[in-house]
């Protein structure tokens, strides 16, 4: 059994690696595969990302086409999960981008693929970009479905908060919320003290050390987006960092 959110959250002493879309700089992002590799690497959160397809399904894809990670054209939400499971994700890798897929085949995973597989072994910090209720319901439900109240964490747009929380209040949040440098503490209050988050996911251009001590202060864990470079994770924890996102999770674990 994987830690709980709550170990995570109460273990300051270790500096938390989160495997960013997976251990997408060797792998191709947001796949079970991905997921895979960043597990095995010893990642103590796997990170993703869901959009929806024609018939309402959570799927996991990044951007809002599917045009740069596969060989298809547009918006997921056009595509039904069948037409979307013919096509082949693993065109493009952190790497390197690639003319040909770097697999044979690939096929786009749903979230409750990912749930099914993952729910029980590792956290998961999933980034919800769903542009229908519809969507955003399914989400909901198989997040309970699965029980992940302790297991993963929604980090979503402020805007979206509050709908997330009119379906299920007791779903766990980190958002987004504090981008814009010149509102950075009133906003790390606002995740806190307003939407009770235990983590919070900051900006690397925009953190000082006193921000970090902020969050520290006030029972924010911090979890900086994002940076694949050794030497300036070593000075993001230096100033009080408490973990990163990283595409290098199965490097990065290496030399933690």
Known sequence: MGKTLTELYNDKERFMITAHRGASFEFPENTLLSMQKAYEAGADMIEFDLRGTADGIPVLLHDTTIDRTSHGHGEPESYTLAELKKLNFSYF??????????????????????????????????????????????????????????RGYFTIYPESIEAVKAID????????????????????????????????????????????????????????????????????????????????AHLMCKHR
């Open 169 to 248: 209040p007791d779903i766990e949040l980190c958002t987004t919320i504090g981008w814009i440098e010149r509102t950075y503490p009133e906003n790390i209050r606002i995740c806190r003290e307003k939407y009770n988050c235990r983590f919070i996911q900051p900006v690397k251009e925009y953190i000082t050390e006193d921000t970090l001590k902020l969050m520290a202060d006030i029972g924010l864990r911090s979890n900086v987006y994002y940076s694949d470079d050794p030497a300036e994770i070593a000075i993001l924890k230096k100033m009080g960092a408490m973990g990163i996102l990283t595409n290098k």
């Open 93 to 150: 890798l952190q790497r390197y981008e690639r003319e040909a897929p770097a697999c044979e085949k690939m096929e786009i995973p749903t979230f409750e693929e990912i749930l099914a597989e993952f729910h029980d072994k590792i956290p998961m910090n999933i980034q919800v970009y769903a542009k229908s209720e519809k969507v955003l319901r399914e989400i909901c439900r198989l997040y309970k479905k699965y029980d992940m109240y302790d």
